[in-house]
């Protein structure tokens, strides 16, 4: 390809002023400015990335067809010294909601991209041949995958760094996204950019990896003052607030949300699981060799990687998380860790989003159970035919295509009633809080534009708190679920990991801070606020140019008027489902149904 | 009175206990004892008033509490716990 023409306005510290767009149909990159006004309004990561699917018309196009763009998008905070700042955004139509994805992961690859020249990089086309997608220093160009194709995440990431060289940081998809799992993941260093599919998108496009390099820093406004900013925040952030995550990392929650019933097990039919203690990551520390790991330019360490017992040496460890832990876990009603952690690895190299991997295959193993499925082997408890099922689905092979549709798809295919006990909303599974036992929690779920989500919705921090009935939630909670779900957009926007969010007193205030520091603007809390704002509204457009409807806010039919087993007194009602979301919307000021204003559509800026 | 105690993440790391029996009718009494005897416990996830603010306290898995006052009951557990439940 030819080094695309800069013709960048005059652009704010932080940032530099453009995309690029690359069509990898024809071979050709184009260098498109950002106005300050966009940026301002925008910011970078999630709201950026869906101003400029907007203006791709992404919407209209079949996420899985050439034509589909997909963004990967920095932040004017990338690069700077602020702690948990080095990450990125992967934003697309989601092939398995069809709805607005927006997939955040984190450490070199966002430096290394934004130092290629662009505040994104958004993608259209398909390439002739599996190929690698190198941006280096601005100049991109494509070269064949060749043996690539076919690897797993890591060993392709590795192979190709040793080709091209240490300093290009590279962004991977495993065998899953080459078969255009609807839930596989695009990797880096580890760690995913893991729900809602972008790896398929991107392995829809020929796209094996892209790689980036680069030598162009920006400005900040206020170095000085920015530095000292840092130091206070990376000193906050070795306090308590974070003492969790770095102590014993989110699988600390395991053994709380069993003990409040609120722990998904077998396919969300129960909120308690027996085993588990043995999958805690109290009993695994004492069971497993442990290190932990941090992302480029976090002081805080959340990772905690844990050895297989009698597990090859040569291999490295594996992350466990809280979601991956649960959905590979409890909802499969598995409860041998060393299972779990094989389990996890395999999602990782395959390259899978483990949240829906689990999901779906918990609600294979129900519909085995009805006899709605002919796979007698898929069984709850069964570790090795959860491995199977992981592998299948990684090689297309069995049950794997059927598998690979995730739940939704899979419970139309079966029909009958399945799609009653489908544990998904929107078409993506829902993560590990059981959303009767965690109310505040289902109305976040069931509103959420990229579907069942904790990431962009935090409701659940209503339930873990006295200011609701986690059980009884009243209709205060639709203005307080707008609340938590607007400062995780802007912190998605800006970008800034939310396992910081306990260490800000006044969060808006210190993020305007932040930002005028590194910009130079004079943003005020309030501003952010209507950012936060301004980007759920383009989300939530962006849903209804794709068809959206109201009827799709809610749960399966599994988690309505009826009781959890175990606790007889979390049961949401259809109507306080309804009443809840009709409270959110209105604390939204959409319609009552959920619709944006035209005032709201006209605020976006999309001509 | 006698209550049941049981100790969730960063507090159970502190307290070195998975679950204890504590003195006290009100939570600040419990807290109180607790505190005597878990002085770690107490530095890093206690407050003056209460608890600190990355530190939660549940009453027999069912309802959050923070006021100092909530009395409590015999037989009740109290569960202390870490904030913030995102992962």
């Known amino acids: 390809m030819e080094r695309p023409l800069t013709s960048t306005p005059a652009t704010p510290s932080g940032y530099h002023g453009c995309y690029l767009r690359i069509d990898l149909a024809h071979a050709s990159a184009q260098r498109v400015p950002l106005a300050e006004d966009v940026l301002r309004r925008y910011l970078g990561g999630s709201g950026l990335g869906v101003y400029l699917l907007l203006r791709e018309r992404s919407p209209s196009v079949d996420p899985l067809t050439p034509a589909a763009p997909l963004a990967f998008v920095f932040s004017p905070l990338v690069g700077s010294p602020l702690t948990t700042s080095a990450k990125f955004a992967v934003v697309s139509r989601s092939p398995l909601t069809e709805r607005i994805n927006d997939s955040l992961s984190s450490s070199h690859f966002a430096i290394g991209g934004k130092r290629a020249g662009c505040d994104a990089i958004v993608l259209v086309g398909r390439a002739a041949e599996p190929s690698v997608l190198i941006v280096d220093d601005g100049e991109v160009r494509l070269e064949p995958a060749g043996p690539l194709w076919g690897m797993s995440c890591s060993q392709a990431e590795t192979q190709l760094r040793a080709r091209l060289g240490h300093d290009f940081q590279v962004a991977t998809i495993g065998p899953a996204g080459e078969r255009q799992v609807r839930y596989a993941t695009i990797s880096h260093d580890g760690r995913h950019a893991g729900r809602g599919g972008s790896g398929a998108v991107l392995g829809s496009k020929n796209i094996k990896a892209v790689a980036v390099r680069g030598t162009q820093r920006t400005l900040w406004a206020r170095p000085n003052e920015l530095v000292a900013l840092a130091k206070q925040l990376s000193a906050k952030s070795f306090g308590p607030a974070t003492a969790k995550y770095r102590e014993l990392g989110t699988a600390a929650n395991l053994l709380v949300f069993n003990r409040l019933g609120a722990l998904p097990t ?33 002081t805080i360490g959340c990772e905690h990687i844990y050895g297989l017992k009698g597990g ?9 998380e809280y979601e991956s832990l649960f959905a590979l876990g409890p909802l499969c009603n598995v409860g041998d860790p060393d299972v779990v952690l094989s389990a996890s690895r395999a999602c990782d190299e395959l390259g899978l989003d483990t949240i829906s991997a689990g999901g779906t295959i918990a609600f294979a193993m129900e519909c085995v159970e009805r006899g709605l499925l002919d796979a007698p082997w898929l069984k709850f408890g069964d570790g090795q035919a959860l491995l199977r099922a992981l592998g299948e689905i990684g090689r297309g092979e069995g049950l794997g ?11 139309l295919a079966l029909g009958r009633d399945a799609i009653h006990f489908a544990p998904q ?7 590990g809080y059981e959303p009767r036992a965690l109310q505040s929690m289902a109305l976040g779920f069931a509103v959420g534009t990229r579907g069942a989500d904790h990431n962009r919705s935090g409701a659940y921090e209503l339930d873990f708190s006295q200011r609701v009935d986690r059980r009884s939630p009243g209709l205060e909670t ?44 004079q943003t005020t809390p309030d501003e952010l606020r209507a950012t936060a704002r301004r980007i759920v509204n383009a989300k939530k457009h962006f849903n209804v140019l794709c068809g959206w409807l109201p009827a799709e806010d809610t749960l399966p039919e599994r988690f309505l008027n009826q009781p959890l087993p175990n606790d007889p007194a979390a049961v949401l009602s259809g109507e306080r489902l309804r009443g809840l979301v009709a409270a959110y919307n209105t604390a939204r000021a959409w319609s009552r149904e959920g619709y944006p204003s035209a005032e709201q559509v006209a605020d976006l800026g999309i001509a | 009175m006698t209550i049941t105690v049981e100790l969730f993440g960063i507090p159970r790391q502190r307290a070195g206990v998975a679950q204890t029996q504590a003195e006290g009718a009100r939570l600040d009494e419990v807290l109180a004892d607790l505190a005597r005897r878990f002085p770690l416990l107490a530095r890093e996830c206690f407050a003056e008033a209460g608890l600190q603010s990355g530190t939660m306290a549940n009453l027999n898995g069912q309802h959050f509490v923070t006021d100092p006052a909530t009395a409590l009951r015999p037989g009740d557990s109290l569960l202390i716990l870490s904030a913030d439940a995102g992962g």
């Open chain 1, 312 to 320: 090859d040496a040569q291999q490295p460890g594996v992350r466990m």
């Open chain 1, 425 to 431: 909303v929107k078409g993506l599974e829902i993560p």
């Open chain 1, 478 to 521: 639709g203005g307080l679920a707008v609340e938590i779900e607007d400062k995780a957009a802007l912190m998605d926007s800006l970008i800034l990991c939310k396992f910081l969010r306990g260490v800000f007193v006044d969060f808006y205030a210190e993020a305007a801070e932040m930002l005028n520091l590194v910009t130079g603007w």
């Open chain 1, 266 to 298: 077998r396919n969300f039919q129960r909120g308690d699981f027996a085993a588990a203690a043995d999958l805690s990551p109290e009993q695994m520390a004492q069971t497993h060799a442990k290190t932990r790991a941090s992302c480029a330019a976090c």
């Open chain 1, 401 to 411: 295509p059927r598998l690979a549709e995730g739940s939704r798809r899979l419970a």
